[in-house]
Every structure is written in structure tokens, then in C-alpha cells.
């Protein structure tokens, strides 16, 4: 059985810096980040376009390596890791959900959340891709491919892929962007009610300041830094 008391945090990044190439010389993307998200929180980061947000997603899920830095997940220090020891430590512990859902075309949303079950080595991965999709009110779709769904199932059926892994820290960047009001506001609130539900951490980028608020702590991004933490 997990024990939280015991356990590292999910997330830990200490001094994390990123600079990129460009044709006009190195861009600094993150400078200097230090920040911990503790099981359980959800933690909102916001900020201006070109903040680093979704750079500090990547590199957090081990998704892109620092330029400097530590980055901590689950107490696993990722620069020790290569490409294919970062997935294994990812897997079934760490989901994403993007603005742009990232559905498979070819599958259909139950193929789309029994997917990820399987490579996790879940048995009865279909029974409980099917349980999580009437979670997320979705029973009546379930052999619908994403062309046949609107944006709003979508992204129901991403954040149905991303949890049924019932993962410890789950990374949202994004999630409501492509949404409109009333869909946004649905799939918002079934993915905090999720959270709550699983226990997981939330690390939520967006730029709408209601749904920001509904974390238990914001960091505010500016230049590659967090300006403000609270």
C-alpha cells in the first residue's frame, strides 16, 4: 500500500534552468525554478504567453531534460535516467492532459483509455476503461471514434485515459483552452472532482485566473521564473 507520510514528494525541482537555440543565439526559457508540489495538492501556475508554462510541464514530466538544475520525481533524480528510464518511472504514476487532447484517431474512446491500462500491465483494462468513461459520462460512447465526439468529449475522454492509471501527480496544461464556456466549466469541474476522488496531485497550467482559484496554491510565472508562490 502507498504511504504518503513515508514517500518522497512527486515533484521537486530545485535551481531548474532551460535555454534553448534559436537562430538569433540561446533563449532562456526557465531561470532558476525551485518548487515542490506535495501529494495530494493541487497547484495552479500562471502567467503571461512566452513564461515558460508549458516548458516548466516538460520539463517537470521528464519530458525535456534541463539545462541545469534538478529535477526530482518521486524522489528519482531524472538527469540519472535516459529516455527509457524516465517512461518506466512515469508509468502509472504520472498522467498529462493537453489543450489538444491527443486522442489516437484509429482508436475509439474506450480503445483510447484501455491503451495506456494495458501497457501499465492493469488486468481487465477494458472493464475499467469502460468504468471510467460512464465516470466521466461518456457510457454512451464508448465505441465512438474522436471524429464522432465533440471537443468537450474529447477532452473527457483524455482526462478518463489519464487517471484511470489512478496516477499519484497528474499534469494539465491547458485543459480547458480549446473549450467553449459551458464546456470548459463541465470538464474543469469533473477534473478537480476527479482529483479530489484519486487523491492524485494536480499541476495545472492555465490562463483563466477562476479556474486558478480553485487550487490550493498558485505560482505566478514571468521571464522563466516564478515571481510568487501562495
Not at 31 to 54: C, F, N, Q
Not at 128 to 142: C, E, H, I, M
Not at 207 to 228: K, Q, S, T, Y
Amino acid at each position: 500500500m502507498f504511504d504518503a507520510e513515508s514517500a518522497p514528494a512527486p515533484l521537486s525541482l530545485a535551481g531548474v534552468t532551460l535555454t534553448l537555440p534559436s537562430t538569433a543565439g540561446p533563449v532562456e526559457i526557465l531561470r532558476g525554478v525551485d518548487l515542490t508540489v506535495s501529494d495530494g495538492e493541487k497547484l495552479a501556475v500562471i502567467g503571461p504567453s512566452g513564461s515558460g508554462k508549458s516548458s516548466l510541464i516538460a520539463v517537470a514530466a521528464g519530458l525535456e531534460r534541463p539545462t541545469g538544475g534538478t529535477v526530482r520525481l518521486f524522489g528519482e533524480d531524472l538527469a540519472r535516467l535516459g529516455e527509457d528510464g524516465r517512461a518506466r518511472l512515469r508509468r502509472g504514476r504520472v498522467s498529462l492532459v493537453f489543450q489538444s487532447f491527443h486522442l489516437l484517431p484509429n482508436m475509439t474512446a474506450e480503445e483510447n483509455v484501455s491503451a495506456p491500462l494495458e501497457i501499465a500491465g492493469r488486468p481487465n483494462a477494458a472493464a475499467l476503461a469502460r468504468r471510467w468513461l460512464d465516470r466521466v459520462g461518456l457510457s454512451g460512447r464508448l465505441t465512438h471514434y474522436p471524429h464522432q465526439l465533440s471537443g468537450g468529449e474529447q477532452q473527457r475522454v483524455a482526462l478518463a485515459r489519464a487517471l484511470a492509471v489512478e496516477p499519484r501527480l497528474l499534469f494539465a496544461d491547458e485543459p480547458t483552452g480549446n473549450l467553449d464556456g459551458p464546456n470548459a466549466a463541465a470538464v474543469a469541474q469533473l477534473m478537480f472532482d476527479l482529483v479530489a476522488q484519486t487523491g492524485a496531485a494536480l499541476v495545472l497550467v492555465t490562463h483563466d485566473p477562476a479556474l486558478a482559484e480553485r487550487a490550493d496554491r498558485i505560482a505566478v510565472m514571468n521571464g522563466g521564473r516564478i515571481a510568487d508562490a501562495a
